[in-house]
């Protein structure tokens, strides 16, 4: 980032139209859609960059971006094949996603002349004429089309007379930065999905991106994130939480899940609000890792899940409608902040018995199983079957008064030849080796 900036001896120099047409070839631009709200992601660049914040004190700053965004011709953009480039005024040429980054200024109201009397009905304009010139190109997707859209929400729900539920739809728009509603400003075709806990998540179905700009995402992480590992290319139709706690849990299906909704500030940490997982300090045996913002962790500050790698030292997450990578802990975008980490719940409970609560008799085969009632972990390896005395704790197979004649991870087939009391026990492991959950019963033997 250091090496974005401009020397502050030339800054103040600079006319307040080539401080525009810079951050419009920001390099680093496409970052912004690292992030799940493209908004979010715009602002850490234009904090971070001494040009837009030279440009902020421009009396002049809203009309000559506004000119600038009027000069860039989308009908005519170009792939060579990569990456999509605009035409602007005297022929310049620009990235598509530093376009965006422009747009995304605009939206986010860092320049707030530019939605005053005098300039709206203008940026009305150019953002109809934009998005028509967008639609009618197979290369713009989510992320060309969501910026002109998120313009002009925030410009509807300042000059026009509204229903109620418009108004709600502007505004969910605004708040995902354009991310969590369809194009048409409908919601996007959202649903709850219910997650291992029981727990009901709300999720949206989102449109995909086009070729290009997967293309174009793809590139700018390998440029901002050399030492990053794509694991699987960008997408919008899936995110970083999605990732983490569904498609990993084996809810396969993509999905756009948010870690905060409409009336509910505990959409996704109700998923680690039951039995089965929790915070903890274990480097070692973590599983799964919450980024957030802030010096407390608290809903509205999460801005990042990721899940530990099988390659060590490595996490695996995705980031935003970016790539799914492979990563080290904090080489991640520095607005990410800090993070939790989360371990599988240690079970225990009971076993149940095919013979019931009732007496087993001797050399009568039956089946001990794990009661899943009790909760049962997600990456179990491999399991062990005990059978003691209940008196002195031997190990009953090894003294031929029991013998087990099958076992799976979570049930076990035995008799018994000695009437007694006997303790089962069934320990789960995981890959690494922990131990993650217990199970008992005691069954009384007798010979009729």
């Known amino acids: 980032m250091e090496a974005c900036q401009v020397p502050n001896s030339i800054l103040s120099q600079l006319p307040t139209k080539k401080l525009v047409e810079l951050c419009a070839r920001h390099p680093l631009a496409g970052i912004c859609y690292a992030y799940d709200n493209p908004i979010n992601g715009a602002k850490y660049l ?42 602007g005024e005297e022929g310049k040429e620009y990235r598509g996603l530093n376009i965006n980054f422009i747009e995304l200024i605009i939206a986010s109201e860092e320049i707030p002349d530019i939605y005053n009397n005098d ?19 197979p290369i713009f997707g989510k992320i060309g089309l969501s910026t002109p859209i998120l313009i002009s929400s925030k410009i509807n729900l300042k000059v026009e ?90 809810i396969t299906q993509p999905y756009w899940l948010n870690a905060v909704v409409p009336n509910n500030e505990n959409n996704l940490s109700q998923i680690w609000a039951g039995k089965i997982f929790q915070i903890t300090s274990d480097s070692a045996h973590a599983k799964k890792i919450v980024y957030y913002s802030s010096n407390s962790f608290n809903n509205r500050a999460i801005t990042h899940s990721a899940i530990k790698s099988k390659v060590a030292g490595y996490y695996e997450s995705k980031w935003g409608a970016w790539p799914l990578i492979r990563h080290l802990p904090n080489d991640v975008p520095p607005e990410y902040g800090t993070y939790k980490r989360f371990i599988t719940t240690f079970y225990d409970g009971l076993l149940n018995c095919s013979a019931g609560s009732g007496i087993i008799r001797k050399n009568t085969t039956v089946t001990f199983g794990v009661d899943t009632s009790y909760g ?32 799976s991870k979570n049930y076990m087939v035995a008799y018994f030849t000695r009437r007694g009391l006997y303790n089962i026990y069934c320990n789960l492991y995981e890959s690494d080796g922990r131990l993650c959950a217990s199970y008992d019963y005691q069954a009384l033997v007798e010979d009729y």
């Not at 004190?57 to 600038?68: E, Q, S, T, V, W």
């Not at 007379?161 to 991310?179: A, C, P, V």
């Not at 049962?376 to 090894?398: G, Q, T």
Request: glycine share 2%; net charge neutral; hydrophobic share 35%.
């Open 46 to 87: 234009m904090n971070n960059f001494n040009v837009f914040q030279e440009l902020k004190k421009r009396p002049d700053a809203a009309r000559c971006l506004l000119n600038f965004y009027n000069s860039i011709d989308f009908s005519r953009a170009l792939s060579k094949p990569y990456p999509i480039t605009l035409k």
């Open 119 to 137: 300039n709206i009905n203008l940026l009305k304009q150019i953002t109809k004429r934009v998005y028509e010139q967008k639609i009618a190109q």
């Open 161 to 250: 007379r509204l229903d109620s539920l418009t108004k709600y739809h502007l505004q969910e728009l605004i708040k995902s930065g354009g991310f969590s509603r369809e194009i048409n400003l409908t919601s996007i075709p959202s649903k709850y999905v219910t997650t291992r806990n029981g727990k009901k998540v709300l999720v949206h179905l989102t449109p995909e991106l086009s070729n290009y700009e997967i293309q174009e995402l793809h590139n700018i992480c390998m440029i901002s994130y050399p030492n990053v590992i794509i694991l699987s290319e960008a997408s919008s139709t899936y995110n970083c939480h999605d990732y983490a706690w569904l498609i990993k849990e084996g």
């Open 376 to 407: 049962y972990p997600d990456d179990v390896a491999y399991s062990e079957f005990i059978i003691s005395n209940a008196k002195d704790d031997e190990d009953e197979v090894e003294l031929g008064h029991a013998v087990i004649t099958q076992t």
